[in-house]
T-cell receptor, first 114, second 113 residues
Framework: GENVEQHPSTLSVQEGDSAVIKCTYS??????FPWYKQELGKRPQLIID?????GEKKDQRIAVTLNKTAKHFSLHITETQPEDSAVYFC?????????????FGTGTRLTVIP | DAGVTQSPTHLIKTRGQHVTLRCSPI?????VSWYQQVLGQGPQFIFQ???????GRGNFPDRFSARQFPNYSSELNVNALLLGDSALYLC????????????FGPGTRLTVL
């Protein structure tokens, strides 16, 4: 099955700096890669996603890049703010049998220092 | 616009007991997936249901079962609870099976003593 690895496990940045979180996946059949933000005690919230026919997607301060050949994708947050502090999860979904199951990374705890 | 709802919010059980967790998807969504999130880890897929049929199953023992109702709400059942079943159980809904974004509910925090 799919295996998603995520790095780093923790990341601290100064407010205003950029943050980058990287993920790799193993199943070449994966074609959908969402990123979720989870604040303490709250539900995972989708912040951005990318499909395999696109190499990059941007939404204001957040961008995701995908390299299908190398099987890795990254989340980029620019001009970080204290409210960006949370745990971020990457995920991959293999296109097999129509099932919609996501395989998640182990998470990155981002701390933005004011 | 109501999101995914889950009940109960918290639950405390003892080993060997049975538990039923409930989920209501976003209105119009026909697919429901269940995930288990152990503290400090990413969610792990348990089941997906679409149009009341099981469409995917993760690597969980037969003590875990689920069903989907005609109104697309869903129940997750866990029998013979173990200490290791303590986790946040998340429900996610999507419009249809296969190629769509999943939106998560707030989860049910299950503690097994």
């Amino acid at each position: 099955g799919e295996n998603v690895e995520q790095h780093p496990s923790t990341l601290s940045v100064q407010e205003g700096d950029s943050a980058v979180i990287k993920c790799t996946y193993s199943d070449s059949a994966s074609n959908y890669f969402p990123w979720y933000k989870q604040e303490l005690g709250k539900r995972p919230q989708l912040i951005i996603d990318i499909r395999s026919n696109v190499g990059e997607k941007k939404d204001q301060r957040i961008a995701v890049t995908l390299n299908k050949t190398a099987k890795h994708f990254s989340l980029h947050i620019t001009e970080t703010q204290p409210e960006d502090s949370a745990v971020y999860f990457c995920a991959a979904r293999p296109l097999r049998g129509g099932a919609n199951n996501l395989f998640f990374g182990t998470g990155t705890r981002l701390t933005v220092i004011p | 616009d109501a999101g995914v709802t889950q009940s109960p919010t918290h639950l405390i059980k003892t080993r060997g007991q049975h538990v039923t967790l409930r989920c209501s998807p976003i209105s119009g969504h026909k697919s429901v997936s269940w995930y288990q999130q152990v503290l400090g880890q990413g969610p792990q897929f348990i089941f997906q249901y679409y149009e009341k049929e099981e469409r995917g199953r993760g690597n969980f023992p037969d003590r875990f079962s689920a069903r989907q109702f005609p109104n697309y709400s869903s129940e997750l059942n866990v029998n013979a609870l173990l200490l290791g079943d303590s986790a946040l159980y998340l429900c996610a809904s999507s419009l249809w099976q296969g190629k769509d974004t999943q939106y998560f509910g707030p989860g049910t925090r299950l503690t097994v003593l």
